[in-house]
């Protein structure tokens, strides 16, 4: 099974360009990396998915190198209302008995 | 507003009760995934049912169980309830049944006291 770390915490200010990096040693061949933003009192929020080298949306960009045993979350000149916690999600159940599995989180607080 | 509705949004209970949370997915979508988030474990997939049938396990304690009926919603069962499962319970759904490749969309979640 892919066991997923994330730092539990990061500071940023605002305009600055903020990493996030998500380990995942065991990922499987058919695992797929996720990564979503939760608000408090909310549902988690689908930010960008990928499965090798790098993505790119209107929000964030995600680099996953060659071994896939990390994945990290870009987000550029973050504002305030990007404050929040971020999870990696790392599975595949394309497969029946696949596994999906959530990393513990990074909350991200965004200073003025 | 994600699409994905959860009710009842607040449930108190005793311990060794039984209790039923309920999701109805997006419209279309044909997966729906339950998921526990507590402050000691985080967020922890519990189970997937895609159009009727069971899909995929995570870490479902046996006093829970779960079914998706055929107009898709779903509903999760916890019995035996204990002061440990206190948590948010989120549902959320996908178009087909490859969760993990696919983007989830998640409910508001129902937060479950027990006492």
């Known amino acids: 099974l892919a066991k997923t770390t994330q730092p539990i915490s990061m500071d940023s200010y605002e305009g600055q360009e903020v990493n996030i990096t998500c380990s995942h040693n065991?990922?499987?061949?058919?695992?797929?990396i996720t990564w979503y933003q939760q608000f408090p009192s909310q549902g988690p929020r689908f930010i960008i998915q990928?499965?090798?080298t790098k993505v790119t949306n209107e929000v964030a960009s995600l680099f996953i190198p060659a071994d896939r045993k990390s994945s990290t979350l870009s987000l550029p000149r973050v504002s305030l209302s990007d404050t929040a916690v971020y999870y990696c999600?790392?599975?595949?159940?394309?497969?029946?008995?696949?596994?999906?599995?959530f990393g513990q989180g990074t909350e991200l607080s965004v200073k003025p | 507003d994600s699409g994905v509705t959860q009710t009842p949004k607040h449930l108190i209970t005793a311990t060794g009760q039984r209790v039923t949370l309920r999701c109805s997915p997006r419209?279309?979508?044909?997966?729906v995934y339950w998921y526990q988030q507590s402050l000691d474990q985080g967020l922890q997939f519990l189970i997937q049912?895609?159009?009727?049938?069971?899909?995929a396990k995570g870490n479902i304690l046996e006093r829970f169980s779960a079914q998706q009926f055929p107009d898709l919603h779903s509903e999760l069962n916890l019995s035996s309830l204990e002061l440990g499962d206190s948590a948010l319970y989120f549902c959320a759904s996908s178009r087909g049944m490859a969760g993990g490749r696919e983007t989830q969309y998640f409910g508001p979640g129902t937060r479950l006291l027990v006492l």
């Open positions: 049912y895609y159009n009727g049938e069971e899909r």
């Open positions: 999600l790392v599975g595949d159940t394309s497969n029946q008995g696949g596994k999906l599995i």
């Open positions: 065991n990922i499987a061949t058919n695992d797929y």
């Open positions: 990928g499965y090798k």
């Open positions: 419209s279309g979508d044909l997966s």
